[in-house]
């Protein structure tokens, strides 16, 4: 059976065209203190004298299916956090606390506690506070449990990166990613569960579900490359994958001709599902989870914070990974 994220339950196009409609009907935008100067990117900007104040909010998603077989819940909350803070971190901004939100279909105190596990540590990692929260009790609605939080960030309102500054000439840089993160996952269990396999087969070292649940690395090398050297865009790569570069600058041309090697577990998903090397780039971080887009001379900057060049910009339009056209 031929494999990809629609025929699993997840359609990009489809939740972009219904984001499209919802921000076309949500039109309100408060004036004079606290307005928007940011909004529709990683994360939304509203302006407070010299500086932004930037939030984002985001969830762990269908991982946490994996997490509930395996009964193994203490990065979730690491995943948590990676979602929100590198989303703020793709704009410029220093992320400085977060809520979270638990909905459960019943409170199980021993879960809760291996989830703030994770919130813990990835809130040291990323230097922030967890200044709140919701517990929600909702065995109506919910199977098993659903973790989400927002996250806010400052950054200077003339330092805020956008992508506008993108030109042809430049070139893209990749941090590796940890693994899977938090985005596919629905086709990844479809397609394992289609093969007969489950969770706790080996995989390496690992098992499949230990592999899978290897938490989403938090970029707060970010901060320092901003900070040191002459940045034009960054893209987090998450749900859409490479796709997401056009939140940046649409009317140029993106090609990642040296992409990074991905890890195994992409080629094992891929290999399992038959899943077309499009659908993969589409899909998945592919072992790139953060790009770093720099002009030329800016490349052995960059370098120094672990990035490699995996492509670069030029006149056009499109996202590209060596011949294919992702977008």
Do not use: W
Request: contains cysteine; glycine residues 12%; charged residues 25%.
């Amino acid at each position: 059976m031929k494999f990809d994220y629609a025929k699993a339950g997840v359609d990009i196009d489809k939740a972009n065209r219904a984001i499209s409609t919802l921000i076309g009907i949500v039109k309100f935008k408060r004036t004079g203190f606290g307005a928007p100067i940011l909004v529709s990117h990683y994360a939304g900007v509203i302006e407070v004298g010299d500086f932004g104040i930037a939030i984002t909010t985001d969830g762990v998603g269908t991982k946490i299916l994996v997490g509930i077989a395996m009964k193994k819940y203490n990065t979730l909350g690491i995943d948590c956090v990676a979602a929100n803070v590198n989303d703020l971190l793709a704009i410029g901004a220093e992320p400085l606390a977060m809520v979270d939100y638990i909905a459960m279909q019943k409170i199980d105190e021993e879960i809760i506690a291996e989830i703030a596990k994770g919130l813990e540590e990835g809130c040291r990692i990323a230097n922030i506070t967890l200044v709140g929260g919701e517990t929600a009790t909702l065995p109506d609605m919910i199977k098993g449990f659903d973790l989400a939080g927002t996250a806010l960030g400052v950054v200077r309102k003339d330092r805020i990166i956008t992508g506008k500054d993108v030109r042809p000439g430049d070139v893209i840089m990749a941090l590796p990613s940890s693994g899977i993160h938090c985005n596919g996952l629905t086709l990844a269990r479809k397609v394992i569960e289609a093969s007969g396999l489950s969770y706790f087969d080996k995989f390496g070292e690992k098992t499949i579900g230990e592999e899978l649940l290897t938490p989403t690395r938090i970029y707060m090398e970010v901060l320092d490359i901003i900070k040191n050297c002459e940045v034009h865009g960054l893209a987090h790569i998450t749900g859409g994958a490479f796709r997401k570069l056009k939140r940046l600058r649409k009317d140029v041309k993106y090609v990642i001709d040296s992409p990074l090697k991905p890890q195994e577990i992409f080629r094992f998903i891929q290999k399992l599902g038959n899943v077309d090397e499009l659908e993969m780039y589409r899909t998945y971080n592919m072992g790139m989870g953060f790009l770093i887009i720099v002009p030329e001379e800016s490349v052995s900057c960059v370098e120094k914070f672990g990035a490699k060049r995996v492509g670069y910009v030029e006149e056009g339009e499109g996202v590209f990974v060596r011949d294919l056209r992702l977008d």
